[in-house]
């Protein structure tokens, strides 16, 4: 079993950095590639980014390409997502998820998912 727990979000303004968390428990974390994911209100929930389980590969939606990093350190069981250049539209909530042998942009192929954390974005 994997758990999966956010922090690091907050209120920002336009043009502003933030780095959120995902630290993780479980025996099997390292093992597994991990993504970022976003719901703002009214909306679907969202793809951001995803890391295989080296970290030498990452993938980004469009939209956070050049402004958005994620990252991972396994020795500390730890995810990150490294946000320049805060757009309001960037409001949301940030999830993380894990899933054994899936790396993409499918929420569905996610197993383990933590509870958000908000980031709001203010102009």
């Known amino acids: 079993q994997v758990q999966l727990a956010e922090s690091g979000g907050g209120l920002m303004q336009v043009g502003g950095s933030l780095r959120v968390s995902c630290a993780g428990s479980?025996?099997?974390?390292?093992?597994?590639?991990m993504a970022w994911f976003r719901q703002a209100p009214g909306k679907d929930r969202e793809f951001v980014a995803a890391?295989?389980?080296?970290?030498?590969?990452?993938q980004y939606a469009d939209f956070v390409k050049g402004r958005f990093t994620i990252s991972r350190d396994k020795a500390k069981n730890t995810l990150y997502l490294q946000m320049n250049s805060l757009l309001p539209e960037d409001t949301a909530v940030y999830y993380c998820?894990?899933?054994?042998?899936?790396?993409?942009?499918?929420?569905?192929?996610?197993?383990?998912w933590g509870r958000g954390t908000q980031v709001t974005v203010s102009s």
């Open positions: 479980g025996r099997s974390f390292s093992e597994y590639p």
């Open positions: 998820a894990a899933s054994p042998g899936y790396v993409g942009s499918n929420a569905g192929g996610y197993r383990y």
């Open positions: 890391i295989t389980v080296s970290g030498a590969g990452t």
